[in-house]
Nanobody, 123 residues
Framework: HVQLVESGGGSVQVGGSLRLSCTAS????????MGWFRQSPGKAPEGVAG???????SYADSVKGRFTISRSKDNKILYLQMNNLKFEDSDTYYC??????????????????RGQGTQVTVS
């Protein structure tokens, strides 16, 4: 079992930047596929970005060109660099991970392991 802990959320003005981090511990072999999704209360989760261990990445159209997903060299930390933030990016962001080979941004909402979430507020 892998544990995921997110950090780095906060409040930022429109056009600003934040970097989210997700630290994996425990059975980190489950982090072949890692990614970020976001969700507001009462709404369906929305995949944001996916990262496979071989370096392949995938982004939702809504964040493409503004967000960058990356991993630490030991694959124990996942990052999401968010630039040029918009009002509509406000949400709770969750880190997720699983062993699966398919790792598109849209798959992140179904990954077996997820963190507790970190709030991002853009105003």
């Amino acid at each position: 079992h892998v544990q995921l802990v997110e950090s780095g959320g906060g409040s930022v003005q429109v056009g600003g930047s934040l970097r989210l981090s997700c630290t994996a511990s425990g059975y980190v072999r489950s982090t072949l596929c890692m990614g970020w999704f976001r969700q507001s209360p009462g709404k369906a989760p929305e995949g944001v970005a996916g990262s496979y261990i071989d370096g392949q990445t995938s982004y939702a159209d809504s964040v493409k060109g503004r967000f960058t997903i990356s991993r630490s060299k030991d694959n124990k930390i996942l990052y999401l660099q968010m630039n040029n933030l918009k009002f509509e990016d406000s949400d709770t962001y969750y880190c997720a991970a699983d062993l699966q080979a398919r790792c598109l941004y849209s798959d992140t909402v179904d990954l077996a392991h997820r963190g507790q979430g970190t709030q991002v507020t853009v105003s």
